[in-house]
């Protein structure tokens, strides 16, 4: 097929697309900063201009959008244009231009109101529910396009969980910065069971969405490793590959949590650079079990891992000490 793929210089958009070409595809990507591929038809810009989305889409068969905003903080109007506005604009670009397959990489968080998840499946996206702006918006995106989806272009919304790897700045960049400066401490009792996705399991579980399409289509499915481990086995694991001594002060999750929110708060009021030391919705991710029943993922994907997180660990350390 050829396929295009949004937000191609992300951490996922980067191995999706490597994985694209080794399985035989024509691969087109659309982002704001080029992505150093080659065998790639390349177009810069925003999925908020509809010049570039079109021009992009043309003669394509299947999309993966990945391009969003992921900022922990940050003026809604911004979440809203890129997550809610861009996501739509690419859909109904693929849909004019006839594309026959839409794969929307959405988030575990659109279905998370703070309470605890434990062997779960994918629960519908509820905007109402969601915590954040970016929870907020994807939730809102993914149920338009889900509903929009029918035989002419079926849409699956893939929920990838916390997705690690070398080079990863969302999650792994930020515990190992905190460690290194004393500011990564322990929230709640750290044993609550959290599920992850290695990058490389993200990336080909994009790749079975899009052939799993058409029989898959108005459904989602979150993505994991299905190895849930506690918060203070993931912290530590991190920083030990890091080569970063880790030794937390513990905080109360309640006090965490409302810490957080005032710092969003000011944030939001003085609208400072960067990102708080912590935010509501990053206390209750590190204090509150989030781990997914996979049955029905592996099952209608045809999809299963294939690094497991004992590999990731050493490919991880790896990767620090080349650095």
Same mark, same amino acid.
């Given at each position: ?105 959405? =988030? +575990? ?7 605890? /998840?434990? @062997?779960?499946? %994918? $629960?519908? #996206?509820?905007? *109402? ?117 880790? =030794? +937390? ?7 965490? /949590?409302? @810490?957080?929110? %005032? $710092?969003? #708060?000011?944030? *939001? ?55």
């Amino acid at each position: 097929m050829r396929v295009l793929v949004t937000g191609a210089t992300s951490l996922l958009g980067r191995h999706t697309v490597a994985r694209l070409l080794d399985a035989g595809h024509d691969v087109v990507v659309l982002q704001r900063t080029p992505c150093g591929f080659d065998r790639v038809v390349e177009h810069l810009g925003s999925v908020t201009d509809a010049g570039v989305v079109d021009a992009a889409i043309a003669g394509v068969d299947g999309v993966i959008h990945l391009a969003a905003k992921v900022d922990p903080v940050g003026d809604w109007a911004d979440f809203e244009a890129i997550n809610v506005d861009g996501t739509a604009a690419v859909h109904a670009a693929a849909r004019a231009a006839g594309v026959s397959r839409f794969v929307y990489v959405s =988030s +575990p968080s659109v279905a998370h109101d703070g309470s605890s /998840i434990s @062997g779960e499946g %994918a $629960a519908p #996206a509820d905007p *109402e529910q969601a915590r954040g702006h970016y929870s907020v918006s994807k939730a809102m995106a993914e149920r338009a396009v889900l509903a929009a989806s029918d035989p002419t272009m079926p849409v699956v919304a893939v929920r990838p969980h916390l997705v690690i790897g070398p080079g990863d700045t969302q999650l792994i960049g930020r515990i190992v910065d905190r460690a290194r400066n004393g500011r990564m401490p322990l929230i709640g009792s750290g044993l609550a069971l959290v599920d992850t996705t290695w990058v490389d399991n993200a990336a080909t579980s994009l790749l079975a969405a899009l052939d799993a399409l058409p029989g898959v289509g108005s459904r989602a499915f979150v993505v994991s490793n299905g190895e849930p481990r506690t918060v203070n086995e993931l912290i530590a694991r991190i920083t030990a590959a890091a080569g970063v001594d880790w =030794s +937390p002060r513990t905080v109360p999750a309640r006090a965490a /949590i409302a @810490g957080g929110a %005032a $710092a969003e #708060a000011v944030w *939001e009021r003085s609208r400072r650079d960067g990102e708080p030391p912590m935010t509501a919705f990053g206390a209750e991710q590190l204090s509150t079990a989030h781990w997914f029943d996979q049955r029905e993922t592996r099952s209608a994907l045809d999809w299963a891992p294939e690094v497991s997180l004992a590999n990731g660990w050493v490919r991880l350390a790896a990767s620090f000490g080349e650095g």
